[in-house]
């Protein structure tokens, strides 16, 4: 018996509609995101994470509809992120039936906005989102930075000790973004992704640039993420998450079927 | 998200779930909705409204020095002694099972409603499993649960997954109140009962198809075993 290694489909949602783009841009639309919601939760997705990344004000309001909608149909965990930078916002997506949120650029421009955010809602419904890219060169001592701004701005901060300092703020689990694989279909970064596992005492999902489920067990056996996340493979029903579950159970790996 | 205390809606059973401000009720009332829709599902902190259920959920997220200074502000220690002692079915989530126990060492260590004989216990900074791999903390996701016949497993197959996300866990000092057990490092009780009290660990709200025939379970449950 033991705990299982969970799968997360991920809905990058722009103004009220699934979207997955290459990169963050050149957008593919996916679809109605309670729809696919709803399939994750009836195929036995272990959670859904919820990345809104519309950018005028008026979406956001259609965000909370649309997390409302899911949440009264989805009996999983919810995680809800993408612009999350005050206690207002997060207090707005738990009652709208988050279980957890995702705090990514906020917490950078402001590290306490993390503790006051986990001393107010518990460690258990904060997830830090970090997007790290590789900057040492070939040869060198591996290294990765946090960028902000969709991959596009450097921040000098050493992604690792980050998320160590993350954890000590009280985030209960961290959702670590391989920039470099994001929509590439490539596969996560496996050095970052284990490097950060092993350096912090949470629960670390790994994500950006699954392409097929290999990619999935490696996450979990070479990245040692105690979750994986994709998007557009499940939402282009190139695999469905019971096939996943199978793929990744034959290979040794616990997860719930 | 407290609702209006209306719980006049004739011959429909109403199940109560405690508010004491900890937390998003969400989740468990749209859960118990889906599951039982001829009921009345009213999320309350009036204690009037809890004594006229005819069920009682008293959930909880959150540190548990928090939620005790609530329970205890608002008189619900009390209030679950004696819902409990009229017999009605009253159950227990997370943090709220955690709170009917003696005591918790979490934030140094809090004395809780000592409802249920036993302990909550920190699974430790560098907690791992009986091969000396290492195992985080909090306990977050969908672990086995090994369970007893009682009425509230009906229809829920033997070490079937549940979510959970705890760093305390629970140890029960009397084997007989044990309805449950789940393994992460170490042995720890995932479900406890007595009479019509039944508590749990995990979150069934959000443990799906498992977690959903719980809720049910408890809501036709007649608080006997």
């Not at chain 2, 939620?67 to 159950?91: H, N, S, Y």
Request: proline share 4%; glycine share 10%.
């Amino acid at each position: 018996m033991a705990l299982a290694k969970r799968i997360i489909p991920c809905l990058d949602v722009d103004n009220g509609r699934v979207v997955k783009g290459v990169n963050f841009v050149g957008i593919r639309d996916a679809g109605d995101p309670v729809e696919i919601a709803k399939r994750y939760n009836d195929e036995g997705a272990d959670e859904i994470t919820f990345l809104d990344i519309t950018a005028t004000h008026e979406g956001r309001d259609t965000t909370v509809h649309t997390v409302e909608k899911i949440a009264s149909q989805v009996f999983i965990p919810l995680t809800v992120g993408g612009g999350i930078r005050t206690v207002d916002d997060i207090r707005t997506m738990l009652n709208a039936g988050a279980d957890k949120v995702s705090i990514n650029s906020a917490a950078v421009f402001n590290p306490d906005f993390v503790k006051a955010a986990s001393d107010r809602f518990g460690a258990q419904c904060i997830v830090v989102a970090i997007d790290a890219k590789k900057v040492s060169g070939d040869g060198e001592e591996p290294r990765w930075e946090i960028f902000t701004h969709g991959g596009r701005k450097p921040t000098g901060i050493n992604a690792v000790e980050w998320a160590v300092k993350m954890a000590e703020y009280g985030a209960g689990e961290i959702l670590l973004t391989s920039m470099d694989g994001d929509g590439t279909k490539k596969g996560y970064d496996l050095g970052v992704t284990r490097a950060i596992s092993d350096a912090v005492p949470i629960p670390v999902i790994a994500s950006g640039g699954v392409g097929n489920l290999q990619h999935l067990v490696d996450g979990v056996t070479l990245g040692r993420a105690d979750a994986v996340l994709a998007a557009s493979i499940f939402h282009f029903r190139e695999y469905t998450v019971p096939q996943a579950k199978e793929f990744m159970r034959a290979q040794g790996i616990e997860v719930r079927l | 998200m407290t609702d209006a205390p209306i719980i006049t809606q004739t011959g429909k059973p109403t199940v109560a779930v405690i508010d004491y401000g900890m937390g998003n009720l969400h989740s468990v009332k749209s859960a118990l909705e889906h599951v039982a829709p001829e009921q009345n599902v009213v999320v309350t902190s009036d204690p009037v409204v809890v004594v006229m259920a005819d069920r009682v959920i008293f959930p909880g997220v959150g540190a548990i020095r928090d939620c005790m200074a609530e329970i205890k502000r608002l008189g619900f220690d009390q209030l679950l002694r004696e819902q409990i002692a009229t017999g009605k079915p009253v159950l227990g989530i997370c943090v709220g099972m955690q709170a009917l126990m003696d005591h918790s060492e979490e934030n140094n260590g809090v004395d809780c409603i000592s409802i249920l004989p036993g302990q909550v216990k920190f699974f430790g900074e560098h907690h791992k499993d009986t091969h000396g791999n290492s195992l985080k903390v909090p306990h977050m996701g969908w672990n086995q649960v090994h369970h007893n016949d009682h009425p509230l497993w009906a229809n829920i197959p033997q070490d079937a997954r549940f979510y959970f996300v705890h760093s305390f866990y629970i140890h029960a000092d009397e084997p007989g109140l044990v309805a449950a057990t789940c393994d992460y490092g170490v042995e720890f009780h995932a479900a406890l009962t007595r009479n019509n009290l039944f508590a749990v660990q995990f979150h069934p709200e959000k443990s799906h198809t498992a977690g959903l025939q719980l809720l049910k379970n408890f809501l036709h449950w007649d608080g006997r075993v």
